[in-house]
């Protein structure tokens, strides 16, 4: 059975959420529209300027890798999705689900997205 769902969509999600979707959940490939959304969600889920400044995320000029303190993750943001991103992150985790590789740590996203 399938939730019907009033869109856009919002969801709380903390910073490693966010992460773990644009990681592990986006698919790598697809159509145009897939393609267009996720390059989308990047933009969406990744920490803005401000964001980065109150979490104290920090970037290595030399190897490019940013640091996220661990009270970062604990932050939440209210992030609005449309059908066509929502579905993009549904169909992923159900994707790792149905492959049985959904991470352990990932079921409170699940339910977020799939539930």
Do not use: C, H, W
């Not at 969801?11 to 145009?32: H, Q, S, W, Y």
């Amino acid at each position: 059975m399938s939730i019907k769902r009033n869109y856009p969509v919002e969801v709380v999600l903390t910073v490693f959420e966010r992460n773990l979707i644009i990681m592990a959940v986006l698919p790598k490939e697809g159509d145009v529209l897939t393609a267009r959304t996720v390059n989308g969600l990047r933009d969406k889920l990744s920490l803005t300027d401000e964001e980065m400044v109150t979490l104290d995320v920090t970037n290595n000029e030399e190897t490019g890798q940013r640091f996220i303190p661990a009270k970062a993750n604990k932050y939440e943001a209210t992030l609005s999705f449309d059908e066509p991103q929502f579905a993009v992150i549904s169909a992923g985790l159900r994707r790792l689900d149905t492959s049985k590789k959904l991470p352990v740590y990932a079921i409170d996203l699940y339910d977020k997205f799939v539930k």
